[in-house]
T-cell receptor, first 110, second 114 residues
């Protein structure tokens, strides 16, 4: 059973702080990794994709991938109350089938 | 261009009834996915189409669930003899065909079985 594991949270950080979200996956052959943001009552939307080991930065977001440790993380710098949402980690488990973790709820306190 | 469109947005049905949920993907996207999401959980994979064929239907929970995509565009998820446990948000997503393409989700259909 291929799995994606996330801490469900909630993770609470003050406005302006760095939020760190973590994810582990079980399928060693996964090549593509994604972070989606989901606001309450809405559908998931893509924030970041990462395909090779190391860091990838996009604005306030940085995704980190370590395939040896089967670990993916998302850092949100200068967290804003509007970043409060559930963050879903996802990977492709063989072919095109994308599977998701249960998500981590993030609260950014003003 | 339009995004992924799902209809209806809400569906209330009685236990034992048959329902159909529709998904219209982004134009040009050959890959189409169905997921089911319960409260507090991540999206649960149901089925994936590449063109007209179901490339992976390993997530369908049982034979009451069936999905089609006859012309390689619009897809319909069909649920027979609905049960209260089928209540969830059903999400459709599409992506470009190349490996590693992210998913674009519709707004979902909230199914409630009473």
């Amino acid at each position: 059973q291929k799995e994606v594991e996330q801490n469900s949270g909630p993770l609470s950080v003050p406005e302006g702080a760095i939020a760190s979200l973590n994810c582990t996956y079980s399928d060693r052959v996964s090549q593509s990794f994604f972070w989606y943001r989901q606001y309450s009552g809405k559908s998931p939307e893509l924030i970041m994709s990462i395909y090779s080991n190391g860091d990838k930065e996009d604005g306030r977001f940085t995704a980190q991938l370590n395939k040896a440790s089967q670990y993916v993380s998302l850092l949100i710098r200068d967290s804003q109350p509007s970043d409060s949402a559930t963050y879903l980690c996802a990977t492709e488990a063989g072919g095109f089938k994308t599977i998701f973790g249960a998500g981590t709820r993030l609260f950014v306190k003003a | 261009g339009a995004g992924v469109s799902q209809t209806p947005s809400n569906k209330v049905t009685e236990k034992g009834k048959y329902v159909e949920l529709r998904c219209d993907p982004i134009s040009g996207h050959t890959a189409l996915y169905w997921y089911r999401q319960s409260l507090g959980q991540g999206p649960e994979f149901l089925i994936y189409f590449q063109g007209t064929g179901a490339a992976d239907d390993s997530g369908l929970p049982n034979d009451r669930f069936f999905a089609v995509r006859p012309e390689g565009s619009v897809s319909t998820l069909k649920i027979q003899r609905t049960e209260r446990g089928d209540s969830a948000v059903y999400l459709c997503a599409s992506s470009a065909t190349n490996l590693g393409s992210p998913l674009h989700f519709g707004n979902g259909t909230r199914l409630t079985v009473t």
